[in-house]
């Protein structure tokens, strides 16, 4: 591997041609949950959480939606001890969803246990999920939302990022422009 050819990745996945036509349906989606008076819930491990956590306050700050990411460690360890780790975002969702609401579920091989488990209860309860996932198509997580921004790559990084700029699009749309004040 060589830089240009790591780099050569990105331009491969933005350019898929389903993208577009998904980000303008979560974006359309986000804004009529805005728009309704529902909330945008966001979560992932790790690094997707850092995005989850990142991109609820943009999707608040910038795009004027309601919008939290489960990442508090007081949250996640107290569920995670009393309900299993695998079941603590599941669990979140009785506390904070309401029928309407949309969650954003980011996981890169789209098999993570609690995120899994996260979109099987989400739509026990109505929510409208959506996906973020990669490496395997054919991942659980993915089969399971009613949406799935796939990004056909098996390297973490280029996954993450990927994911990163995609949820950034769908707040850039939202407000109508890339580039506006942040005051």
């Known amino acids: 591997m060589n830089l240009q050819s790591y780099l050569a990745?990105?331009?491969?996945?933005?350019?898929?041609?389903?993208?577009?036509?998904?980000?303008t349906r979560l974006k359309d989606r986000i804004a009529e949950a805005r728009d309704s008076g529902h909330k945008l819930m966001l979560a992932g491990n790790g690094a997707s959480a850092s995005i989850a956590s990142h991109l609820a306050t943009d999707f608040s700050k910038q795009g004027k939606v309601r919008a939290m990411a489960f990442n508090d460690a007081n949250l996640i360890t107290a569920l995670g001890n009393d309900c299993g780790y695998e079941n603590w975002i599941a669990k979140a969702l009785d506390f904070y969803a309401d029928k309407g609401d949309v969650l954003i579920l980011i996981s890169s091989s789209g098999k993570s246990p609690n995120v899994v488990k996260a979109a099987q209860h989400a739509k026990e309860l109505g929510l409208y999920v959506a996906a973020f996932t990669g490496f395997a198509k054919?991942?659980?997580?993915?089969?399971?939302a009613d949406i799935n921004l796939w990004a056909d790559s098996r390297a973490y990084n280029i996954v993450e990022c990927t994911h990163m700029i995609w949820l950034a699009a769908v707040i850039d749309l939202l407000i109508g422009s890339a580039e506006y004040s942040t005051s």
């Open 9 to 23: 990745e990105y331009p491969r996945l933005l350019a898929d041609p389903q993208i577009p036509g998904l980000i």
């Open 138 to 144: 054919d991942n659980p997580l993915g089969a399971l």
